[in-house]
């Protein structure tokens, strides 16, 4: 309800800006310009990423880059707040989810074209599916970043199961089971709600397609929504993963559960991007998701790391975008920035950092699978952040054993449809 | 046989009672000791003491990785608050003592005004003030926190003064009158002696409000060289890379330590101040 509200303003004070800004724009300046750039990340982001500005300055020194860099926390509503006031950076960074969001209320950032970056670099999909808004292409991919299942070997190997096991759906459970009949406080899973609703979305995707299509439309019927429930609820019935009492306290950060910590518990999925977070000291590896015979699709999520945008109300955006291309598709540039955003999306990224021998094998391994397993792109809708909170909700229901797994179903479609009609 | 009894109900109570204290201040307790903890012990574990210490948090904390150290951060905070604070006392016990001596045409429409103020929440604000500002081009500066304490835009503080005088006898101001002092004077030599332990409430609690803001000053400053202490240790937390949290630990304490000094050094007033505020004479 907040977010639409704000949302709603942003739409229209972005019209506002639109036209006092129109004047602003025809003095173009030669003289030095200012820009600025807002990220989120850690240090290992903000240092390597000051210093590839910083080499650019030295190369142009016309232009002076500014970096306003924080925390996760908060950055979507200070993006939010500084683009209904007309004061957003000139180059900012956003997530995937956010593009069409914000997108979809007004002319908020610039559209790019092959003559201003080569766009040949990315992979055209890639750009199609996840930075184009309205036929229009409006920022470019920082990393590629996909799902992957991450297992100790070692903790399976002492439970009994052998660590190169194929997974499937029905293995999961079979040989999944023997971790907790042995040890009551051991788990084969990891998975806090919010990550059961992602293995959810797998499922539904390779029974149904997806949760919601391209046309605003729930795409599963209410027996495929059945059967899914009936499966997950085999892994809370046959100890597969922890109960939802114990890990609802890590919402959004199983990789904090103590039980994950110390080793009880054996898998998990997650991105790449994270991965070498969430694994912390333990030692695992990286495998690929089950798919049913007959998968209508994998549901394996493949989606930019990060989306770089420039401002559509910025005063330099010409100059804005160079640096744009400069951060992308410079050998420097790119060689300064290594991993800061995960493994980059363009060739000759993925080539200077290869060379560079800065990829881990691990990381490596673990994004080609990805990519070769990797499903169709999730609708807008099905990302859009009030759809997810459906989803979330009757999860949890259904996780705190609230709900059959027709209710859970049924709940979900009136639910789904309800929201899908108010977008 | 009296005496022992009492005692035995005092041990009982000062077990009760420092077994609450405990439970209490066990969440501050934990975030030294997790300040010489690794990730790993910080999240695996829930004892106070660290197992294995990890050392060189505090230092490695306040030189920071970045551009701009704690120092930075810490020096901008107390740029910030003080004034403010300082603002806010002088601009609250004006605007109290107004609305509680003096008649003046709509006095009850402006202090019902006053009021409604304070019961907007404060989200809904944000976006308009944003502008409001962005107008008068104070962003990435302290003056949205600065100039409405001057202007006593602080609702909760103007009443609490406003409370406080009407608690004060109306013979003390007749007396200064008597003796032919301006209202001016009055406030200034004779109500505002007995005003001090309202003032520490407010100092306290503007001071500690202000410290601790974060959603004010993440919108309204941009530039890292400006960044508050609220802002520059989140600087480093991100979702997707580790972190050191034991090094955000250890700011964490060295940013709590100056509102604690500050309560402990005005304890005695502030706690009479709220005592009194509330009684009616």
């Keep these: ?58 190369a142009n020194p016309n232009v002076k880059l500014e970096g306003e860099y924080g925390g996760w926390d908060g950055y979507y509503q200070k993006i939010v707040t500084q683009i209904a006031g007309g004061t957003a950076a000139d180059i900012i960074q956003i997530d995937q989810p956010w593009l069409a969001e914000l997108a979809s209320k007004g002319d908020v950032f610039a559209v790019i074209d092959n003559s201003m970056v080569d766009l040949s670099q990315f992979d055209a999909d890639f750009l199609k599916n996840y930075c184009t808004y309205d036929g229009k292409l409006l920022g470019l991919p920082t990393g590629t970043n996909v799902n992957t299942f991450i297992v100790d070997d070692q903790m399976l190997t002492s439970f009994g199961i052998d660590p190169n096991t194929k997974w499937t759906w029905d293995n999961i459970i079979t040989e999944g089971k023997k971790i907790n009949q ?26 149904a397609g997806a949760v919601v299509d391209n046309n605003k439309k729930v795409a599963f ?104 291309n400069y951060l992308f598709t410079d050998p420097q540039a790119l060689e300064l920035l290594g991993l800061a955003r995960g493994i980059p999306a363009t060739v000759i990224g993925r080539s200077t950092l290869a060379a560079m021998g800065a990829i881990s094998t691990m990381a490596e391994k673990a994004t080609n699978e990805g990519i ?29 054993g609230k709900l059959t797994p027709a209710e859970a179903s049924a709940k979900l479609i009136k639910n789904l449809n309800a929201i899908l009609a108010t977008l | 046989m009296i005496k022992s009894k009492k005692s035995v109900s005092r041990i009982i109570s000062y077990i009760f009672l420092i077994v609450l204290a405990y439970v209490m201040v066990y969440p501050l307790l934990w ?8 990730n790993q012990e910080i999240f695996g574990t829930l004892g106070l003491l660290p197992k294995s210490p990890v050392f060189g948090a505090f230092g490695a904390g306040w030189t920071g990785t970045g551009q701009y150290g704690f120092s930075t951060f810490l020096y901008n905070t107390f740029l910030m608050v003080i004034p403010t604070v300082l603002f806010t ?84 101001d007749e ?39 974060f959603m004010n000053v993440l919108i309204y400053i941009s530039s890292v060289a400006k960044y508050p202490v609220a802002l520059g240790l989140r600087m480093t937390m991100d979702i ?39 009684m009616k004479n």
């Design chain 1, 182 to 207: 042995k040890d009551k406080s051991a788990y084969f899973s990891g998975a806090s709600p919010d990550i059961m609703r992602y293995w959810f979305e797998i499922y539904i995707a390779q029974l």
């Design chain 2, 31 to 38: 975030m030294v000791g997790a300040s010489f903890k690794s």
């Design chain 2, 175 to 213: 007396s200064g009158k008597l003796d032919g002092c301006n209202s001016f004077v009055i406030l200034k030599d004779l109500l505002l002696p007995l005003c001090k332990s309202a003032i520490f409430s407010v100092i306290v609690f503007q001071f500690v409000w202000t410290w601790n803001d």
């Design chain 1, 1 to 58: 309800m907040k977010k639409t509200l704000v949302l709603l303003l942003i739409a229209l004070l972005a019209m506002g800006t639109v036209f006092a800004a129109g004047s602003k724009e025809a003095a173009k300046q030669d003289g030095p310009v200012t820009l600025r750039l807002s990220w989120w990340g850690g240090d290992s982001r903000h240092t390597p990423t000051l210093k590839a500005m910083e080499a650019y300055s030295a």
């Design chain 2, 89 to 172: 006392v002088i601009s609250a016990t004006l605007v109290g003592y107004g609305f509680a001596r003096f008649d003046f045409p709509l006095k009850k429409v402006l202090f019902v005004t006053m009021l409604a103020t304070m019961m907007l929440p404060a989200t809904v604000i944000i976006i308009p003030r944003y502008i409001f500002f962005k107008r008068l081009g104070w962003l990435d500066t302290y003056l949205p926190f600065i100039v409405p304490a001057m202007l006593g835009c602080f609702p909760f503080f103007n009443f609490m003064m406003v409370q406080f005088f009407r608690g004060l006898p109306l013979e003390i």
């Design chain 2, 240 to 278: 997707s890379t580790e972190f050191d949290w034991n090094q955000i630990m250890a700011m964490s304490v060295i940013s709590i330590l100056p509102p604690v000094i500050l309560f402990f050094a005005a304890q005695k007033y502030f706690v009479e101040g709220i005592a009194t505020t509330g």
């Design chain 1, 372 to 400: 070769a397993q990797a499903g169709l792109p999730q609708s807008t809708y099905q990302m859009n952040s009030e759809v997810i909170q459906v989803m979330q909700d009757v999860i949890d229901e259904f996780g705190f």
């Design chain 1, 221 to 324: 019927t209410e027996a495929q929504g059945t059967e899914a429930f009936t499966y997950f609820k085999r892994w809370f019935d046959e100890g597969i993963v922890a109960p939802f009492s114990q890990t609802s306290l890590f919402y959004q950060k199983f990789q904090e559960n103590p039980s994950w910590i110390n080793g009880k518990m054996a898998t998990s999925w997650t991105w790449v991007s994270s991965m070498d977070k969430d694994i912390g000291a333990r030692k695992m590896s990286t495998r690929q998701f089950p798919v049913m015979a007959g998968a209508k699709n994998t549901g394996v999520l493949m989606r930019p790391s990060q989306i770089m945008v420039v401002n559509s109300n910025s005063k330099n955006k010409a100059e804005a975008v160079k640096v744009l």
